[in-house]
């Protein structure tokens, strides 16, 4: 079964930045639309940012500008360069495929606070 395990979350002030990470357990990794979701407490989860194999990007509204993906196949990794992060950021950040096709990792925590 494939494992996807998020890392690079934390406590960061309105107007900082974060470097989120996303490693696959799956040598395939590279042929798959991978994708950055997030939920916030009480709201359904969003997807914020897709990269294609080729590295083709697409962005949700609400981030455009201010986030970037990328990713480098050779590590199966994934990451999400999220910059001047609002309060509104808050949420647990996860990948997946796009659609979500494999098991949810556990996420990485972003909390955007003074």
């Known amino acids: 079964q494939v494992q996807l395990v998020e890392s690079g979350g934390g406590l960061v002030q309105p107007g900082g930045s974060l470097r989120l990470s996303c490693v696959a357990s799956?040598?395939?990794?590279?042929?798959?639309?991978m994708g950055w979701y997030r939920q916030a407490p009480g709201k359904q989860r969003e997807l914020v940012a897709t990269?294609?194999?080729?590295?083709?990007?697409n962005y949700a509204y609400s981030v455009k500008g201010r986030f970037t993906i990328t990713r480098d196949n050779a590590k199966n990794t994934v990451y999400l360069q999220a910059n001047s992060l609002k309060p509104e950021d808050t949420a647990v950040y996860c990948c997946n495929t796009q659609p979500g096709l494999l098991s949810w990792g556990q996420g990485t925590q972003v909390t955007v606070s003074s």
């Open positions: 799956t040598s395939i990794f590279a042929i798959y639309t």
């Open positions: 990269i294609t194999s080729r590295s083709s990007t």
